[in-house]
């Protein structure tokens, strides 16, 4: 699945990111909503967003992904008391985080399908011309 994360802290974010993608997901990672945002055209199946980042808070991009219908989490140092009212209802974990927890947010990973790669006959295995 496709998980973006909005974290403006580097060392935040990679941690997340290895969290995701060691649960075998792609991993998008931006530091700004406008980065976020143009991240929406690759289509998402989930989010993890901080809410304060680089360029404002994140509420905005949060109603956008509801809106949309794709699932989302803030993780944040923020209190869940300092989010607009038709947010509270969102799953929030605090920073700092367990790796648990992020787990446990994240959507079941889709299994990768199984690929057909064809033999390739070596020289020798072919059948002669003559």
Same mark, same amino acid.
Request: hydrophobic share 45%; glycine share 6%.
């Given at each position: 699945?496709?998980?973006?994360?909005? #974290?403006?802290?580097? =060392?935040?974010?990679?941690? %997340?990111? &290895?969290?995701?993608?060691? #649960?075998? $997901?792609?991993?998008?990672?931006?530091?700004?909503?406008?980065?976020?945002?143009?991240?929406? !055209?690759?289509?998402?199946?989930?989010?993890?967003?901080?809410?304060? /980042?680089?360029?404002?808070? &994140?509420?905005? =991009?949060?109603?956008?992904?509801?809106?949309?219908?794709?699932? =989302?989490?803030?993780?944040? @140092? &923020?209190?869940?008391?300092?989010?607009? @009212?038709?947010?509270?209802? !969102?799953? =929030?974990?605090?920073?700092?985080?367990? #790796?648990? /927890?992020?787990? !446990?947010? %994240?959507?079941? !990973?889709?299994?990768?399908? $199984?690929? $057909? /790669?064809?033999?390739?006959?070596?020289?020798?295995?072919?059948?002669?011309?003559?």
């Amino acid at each position: 699945m496709r998980i973006l994360i909005l #974290e403006d802290h580097p =060392f935040i974010a990679l941690d %997340l990111q &290895s969290i995701v993608e060691g #649960e075998g $997901h792609i991993a998008s990672v931006c530091g700004a909503i406008t980065a976020a945002r143009r991240r929406l !055209a690759d289509g998402l199946d989930f989010a993890f967003l901080d809410v304060d /980042v680089s360029d404002g808070k &994140s509420y905005d =991009f949060a109603r956008l992904l509801r809106d949309r219908g794709i699932p =989302f989490a803030f993780v944040s @140092a &923020s209190r869940p008391s300092d989010l607009p @009212a038709p947010l509270r209802d !969102a799953p =929030f974990i605090a920073k700092p985080f367990l #790796e648990e /927890v992020i787990v !446990a947010a %994240l959507p079941p !990973a889709k299994p990768v399908g $199984h690929y $057909h /790669v064809p033999r390739i006959r070596l020289a020798e295995e072919r059948p002669s011309a003559g």
